[in-house]
T-cell receptor, first 114, second 112 residues
């Protein structure tokens, strides 16, 4: 039973437009959420995070939104660039019994078309 | 400062063989973990450690052993490899709770 879900395996966006990647979670004890980006043959790299006490965090072209009541978060990339083409993983952690475990979703492959 | 270093990069094993995947970090991070990446499954947590001498199971621990005798090293042992363990393995470390993970570049393991 996946605790972190990314229901879109892939997404294609034109360069300069907005990319929106979605993530849903089932464990209400999660209180910290992260997005990672992964290029082929490399390890994932940290992109942006958000704590459950916030509903938005922004870093340059990247913004993460958190809707706790819906157990949903999204990553917005504006404007999208060809170098953003990668697999994006949503991850979550938190809760008394699982705060040390960081659980990842299955990933969304983003293609930004020039 | 090398970050997280994994060796080897590639490995082919026969069913039943054993091997150890090495992971070392030079950032003095207390938290270390092992993930496997499979198509459509994302990254699944195998084992993790919150400090030297302390390890715990993740989502998919069966078939794998770990130990943490030093802060720097966190090896992953396959005692009797099975084809189901064919995967890409990533080691990661972080300062601690609610801190981003730093990943190595992975070990691609094939078990025939």
């Amino acid at each position: 039973d996946q605790q972190v879900k990314q229901n879109s395996p892939s997404l294609s966006v034109q360069e300069g437009r907005i990319s929106i990647l979605n993530c849903d979670y089932t464990n209400s004890m999660f209180d910290y959420f992260l997005w990672y980006k992964k290029y082929p043959a490399e390890g994932p790299t940290f992109l942006i995070s958000i704590s459950s006490i916030k509903d938005k965090n922004e870093d340059g072209r990247f913004t993460v939104f958190l809707n706790k009541s819906a157990k949903h978060l999204s990553l917005h990339i504006v404007p999208s660039q060809p170098g953003d083409s990668a697999v994006y993983f949503c991850a979550a952690s938190g809760g008394k019994t699982s705060y040390d475990k960081v659980i990842f979703g299955p990933g969304t492959s983003l293609s930004v078309i020039p | 400062n090398a970050g997280v270093t994994q060796t080897p990069k590639f490995q082919v094993l026969k069913t039943g063989q054993s091997m150890t995947l090495q992971c070392a970090q030079d950032m003095n991070h207390e938290y270390m973990s092992w993930y496997r990446q499979d198509p459509g499954m994302g990254l699944r947590l195998i084992h993790y450690s919150v400090g030297a001498g302390i390890t715990d199971q993740g989502e998919v621990p069966n078939g794998y052993n770990v130990s943490r005798s030093t802060t720097e090293d966190f090896p992953l042992r396959l005692l009797s490899a099975a084809p189901s363990q064919t995967s890409v393995y990533f080691c990661a470390s972080s300062v601690g709770q609610n801190s981003p993970l730093h990943f190595g570049n992975g070990t691609r393991l094939t078990v025939t």
